[in-house]
């Protein structure tokens, strides 16, 4: 019933349920916790690094869902991330810590040169994230 419901809404279809986890790309299977996590409908889902070990298609396209969802469904994401790209084109609010917070605020306004410089100890990052 449910699940099945939530996993047309991450773009799978009904026959994922009869297959073994162990059967799944690495893609699909987030696709399958991400369709889990929404039984209930919650307000909020935390994820933490949720494309680690997703070729960059696949990462893309887990962005773009949960990007989705959060419109659709009117819910707040948290993503654990160190990937600055993410964060710049997923983020409307971002929370640096390094061992305690660093800055907080909408991502083009904290991630300056001077954070960055605080929080990696290298510039390179910035230039590149303002030509893409």
């Known amino acids: 019933g449910h699940l ?4 047309a809404s ?5 026959h994922f349920l009869r297959k073994r986890l162990s059967e799944l790309s690495a893609g699909q299977l987030q696709r399958v916790l991400i369709a889990w996590s929404l039984i209930g409908h919650p307000d909020v889902l935390l994820f933490d690094e949720p494309t680690s070990g997703i070729d960059v298609g696949g990462e893309e396209t887990i962005y773009s ?8 469904r009117n819910i707040s994401i948290i993503i654990v ?4 790209h993410v964060v710049y084109h997923y983020a409307n609010d971002v929370l640096c810590l390094n061992k305690e917070m660093v800055c907080h605020g909408p ?6 040169q ?6 990696y100890g290298e510039v390179s990052f910035y230039h590149h994230l303002n030509h893409a």
């Open 81 to 84: 991330s160190h990937d600055l």
């Open 10 to 14: 991450v773009g799978l279809s009904k």
């Open 114 to 119: 001077e954070q960055l410089k605080k929080l």
């Open 107 to 112: 991502p083009r306004d904290v991630l300056t």
């Open 65 to 72: 869902l949960l990007h989705r969802l959060q419109d659709e």
């Open 4 to 7: 099945g419901h939530e996993l």
